[in-house]
């Protein structure tokens, strides 16, 4: 089993910055592909990013491209989600999971393991 706690939301002005960690524990994720979702109100759970087990390959929502950045520690379990220039449409929770291969994936039923979330607000 894995357990993940995520953690670094909170509320945030129009064009700022946050960045959320994911903390894994119960074994080593290094091998394995890591990636970030979101949920807003009334709407359903969305890809946000992913990672390789290797940490070289990487995938993002295209539009979040050019403003979140994905990445890894092994050494520390943990992954990383840097965003940048943040809009009110980022607002969500925000979700992190662990798949049991190395390839990344944006669908959500490839992952089996899951964090509790943490809130990300956006004001404008």
């Known amino acids: 089993q894995v357990q993940l706690v995520e953690s670094g939301g909170g509320l945030v002005q129009a064009g700022g910055s946050l960045r959320l960690s994911c903390a894994a524990s119960g074994r080593s994720v290094g091998t394995y592909a890591m990636g970030w979702f979101r949920q807003a109100p009334g709407k359903e759970r969305e890809f946000v990013a992913a990672?390789?087990?290797?940490?070289?390959?990487?995938f993002w929502k295209d539009s979040v491209k050019g403003r979140f950045t994905i990445s890894r520690d092994n050494a520390k379990n943990t992954v990383y989600l840097q965003m940048n220039a943040l809009k009110p449409e980022d607002t969500a929770v925000y979700y992190c999971?662990?798949?049991?291969?190395?390839?990344?994936?944006?669908?959500?039923?490839?992952?089996?393991?899951w964090g509790q979330g943490t809130q990300v607000t956006v004001s404008s």
């Open positions: 990672i390789g087990g290797s940490g070289v390959s990487s």
């Open positions: 999971a662990v798949r049991k291969w190395a390839s990344i994936s944006a669908a959500a039923n490839d992952y089996a393991y």
